[in-house]
């Protein structure tokens, strides 16, 4: 079902939900699964992630092994170039055709992460909400950063790159916390996969319901 084309909605405009969190809260696993889920009630969804695939995403993740190779200034810059070009190639195309789109970060870990590294976060709100669509849902995953970076040193058989140090992630973690945003909704993110997949789902069903995009009935899984 294309969401634009419901007889509900006002306006042909799609939804954008965002999963925040910090590294190691299992976004990436719990974002698949969302959208299978989705696509299996029948929406159309299109899932991305940031930072992005494009040139300023390629710069970013090559910076991810020495982070000292960029500025504060620049390492923000890039990150903001990244999502404007997103916004303009793919969220908003996607929602202007009534799409669901799930992006796996979006501008709160700029937020958290460039404000952990000494930007001051209301600026870096301002700076993302004066290009970029507020998202109807983010679903920030919580677990302690210990936690978190146990994960990624676990589960993805990896060391730890610099944003991914638990001093760092813990600041971040901060910010995270201190987010009141009405969109937001906290999950905790520390049990198994199929626990924090149906934390994530009463949110997303809830929205959809009163987007009149599916209805009461619809209790889909796998
Ligand atoms: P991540 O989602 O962990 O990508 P991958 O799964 O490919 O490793 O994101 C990469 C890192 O980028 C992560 O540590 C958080 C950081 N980041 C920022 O610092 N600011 C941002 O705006 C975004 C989107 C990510």
């Known amino acids: 079902m294309n969401i634009g084309e419901t007889p509900h909605k006002e306006k042909s405009k799609g939804l954008l939900i965002a999963l925040e969190g910090i590294d190691g809260t299992g976004k990436s696993t719990q974002l698949a699964l969302l959208a299978r889920r989705l696509r299996a009630a029948g929406l159309e969804v299109v899932a991305t992630r940031e930072p992005t695939d494009g040139p300023y995403g390629r710069q970013i993740r090559a910076s ?11 390492e923000l810059r890039l990150f903001i170039e990244d999502r404007r070009e997103h916004v303009q190639t793919l969220i908003g195309p996607a929602l202007a055709a009534g799409k669901l789109v799930l992006t796996d970060r979006y501008y709160f870990s700029t937020v958290a992460y460039q404000g952990a590294a000494g930007h001051d976060p209301a600026k870096i709100l301002a700076a993302n909400e004066s290009f970029a669509p507020r998202p109807d849902l983010v679903l920030l995953l919580v677990v302690p950063p210990q936690v978190g970076v146990r994960r990624v040193r676990d ?3 990896e060391s730890l790159n610099d944003f991914e140090q638990e001093d760092y ?8 916390a201190a987010f009141a945003d009405p969109s937001l909704v906290r999950i905790d993110a520390s049990g198994d996969i199929e626990q924090v997949g149906e934390k994530i789902w009463a949110p997303v069903r809830a929205l959809l319901i009163r987007e009149k995009i599916i209805s009461e009935g619809v209790h889909e899984r796998e």
Do not use: M, Y
Request: hydrophobic content about 55%; glycine content about 4%; charged content about 25%.
């Open 155 to 157: 589960f993805r058989g």
């Open 169 to 176: 992630l813990t600041r971040v973690a901060a910010i995270f």
């Open 64 to 74: 991810f092994a020495n982070r000292a190779a960029l500025s504060p200034e620049e």
